[in-house]
């Protein structure tokens, strides 16, 4: 019997939401009964069907979905820019100069010229439509947008096709805006969860937003997002008004994740402070592990954040130089090691597989009711 | 039968903690099974003798609580001044005169000098230290300290008298210092808390917290204070780890409180992102509703904020002069009206009798279990 309404409507036995860029994570999560969700951001269109046929073939017929951003407005400077070779011309050479600059003081050799992406990489609202369509193709059971109101074209396809639709909020006038776009499913995240979010945490966003929703006459089902890293965590939130829990950083701490060794390791080091919401990786507020970036970018003078993709394709290529150099043994750049993360990295204190973490969580969520339950003489 | 250890600690039948500054709020809600703590920073000694003794006369028996804000530390440019004469006079005119510039804007009448705080007045170790000896002559059964690590005396003074003390902690480190000085209780405050509050959420910050106690041996209840408005939230943070739920916010909205009608108005009208965590008022981060004095303050030039109790020694004067035009009728004044709240002000629909608050988070309580219960076959 399905848990409740979200279960109903994608298939979830037990409605943990793995929100991942691992297909490895969302196979083994969806597997142990959980729901895996593929972010799909990263991938050209051909690159994201070769994944998600993969999925298709490991994941035993468990149902899985899939993230896309379909930016909703870009930034005017930006639309004229029609392709990635224009997007990188527009950007102010001193920002390589910057990178540059701040990565030498840390041993990583100067790279004197922005690497420019791929042609359909970079997150526009073009690119997001493609990998949308590439998704619909496969037997997903949920299809959600990450940033913005999730497009037209979502919401009919997803109709047709018998798809739900998620959308991620962090405020309640978004959640009603997304219900009347015609999502099925808002994630309703809150400010401490990693990659782009709000300033409202999640234990008091979960409630509004369901009250919200309710008194617009909206049946919306609400997942909470944002530092869920437990069992008793995701009761809580259930007990809050939601119907399950989406979750994103207690996975980039499993060794299937696309996270370096480096990472993983700082993961596990870190206090639930050691965070940062910037807007210097992204071009919109992100939380991500704080390193001494962070307090670069505050100090660079004129040099502002630039919007979204061009911030991203001066901060992406530096990481990589930045990994890749941790990698091979450079242990002052270790120091600028980052990536998106949530508060909830201070509840991580081991490196365990994707299928434990399931686990764990289900245990977790079972005697955080079962206790909870008989202090008030229900058992 | 007690629910759990904070019960036994404390007496409380049901483990909702009620901070307020009005002395009816805590005796109505101890009455009503809940437990009552008056927070005593605002009164003089024999003001705070005059107010234990109404509530001892007027709680039927039913346990309470007092709140003291003993300074650990104090900055170093105030500790040489030991009166508030001497403080008033260490304070840069500019201050006063941007004060009175801000309030005339919104045709509030200046005021040439600050009025100086009547002696033992304000936020010092002393008055802390003699607020605390009037609260230890009555009947309690807790005391708290709201900031810093709770003194000695206190530790000492609580354990002679079998009085539990709890301190108020926004990350693991000080839950742990807190412990190690001999605490008994925990409260672990989020982010999202109105007043003084650090940058953790307190979903995350529950079971941080409870886990690193555990971790060093210390087997001390945690309360989850920060962004409460619900049973349904109560539930949750004891399913996430806490034993009860520590609120503040909440007891503003009730005709029982210190609260003007104005600020009552705001808060039902607010949105959970209605809210700053600010220095402007008290001199350290405290969240407190949003309204032009705090981006005035922002752009306020070379005027920085003054260290604690200075800060609070020119805002203050000012806020009761905005709550005085607001209540005379002056339509402008009202939209500096101000006070320190949390996000949860998103979930203040109504203004509510203490009495009432009480009984619906015990319904929302109970009802969040036994529908979480039912959902894994438990009835």
Known sequence: MAMNRVCELTGAEFPLFAFSHCRDVVAAVSRAGGFGVLGATRFTPEQLEEELAWIDAHVDGAPYGVDVLVPEVIDPSVTALSDNLMRAAAIDPAYQGFTNDLLARYGIAPEPEMPIL????????????????????????????ALGIAPAAMITRGKELGVPVAALVGAKEHAIRQAEAGVDIIVAQGTEAGGHCGEVTTLVLIPEVVRALGGAGHDIPVLAA??????????????????????????????????????????????????????????????????????????????????????????????????????????????????????????????RSSRQVVQDFREEFLDAITELAASVGIE
Request: aromatic share 6%.
């Open 118 to 145: 791929k042609e359909r990489m970079g997150i526009t609202p073009e690119n997001g439509l493609a990998l949308m369509e590439v998704a619909f193709r496969h037997p997903i059971k949920l299809i959600a947008n």
């Open 226 to 351: 944002g530092g869920i890293m437990t069992g008793g965590q995701m009761a809580g939130m259930m007990a809050a008004g939601a119907q399950g829990a989406w979750t994103g950083s207690i996975w980039l701490a499993t060794p299937e994740a696309e996270t370096s060794e480096a990472f993983r390791a700082k993961m596990v080091a870190a206090r639930s402070r050691d965070t940062i919401r910037s807007r210097s990786r992204t071009g919109k507020p992100a939380r991500q592990l704080r390193t001494p970036w962070h307090a670069a970018w505050d100090d660079a003078g004129g040099l502002g954040t630039l919007p979204m993709p061009l911030m991203g394709m001066v901060s992406e290529p530096a990481f990589a130089r930045i990994e890749r150099a941790a990698a091979a043994g450079n242990g002052e750049a270790r120091e600028l090691v980052s990536y998106f993360v949530g508060q909830g990295v201070g509840l991580v204190e081991q490196v």
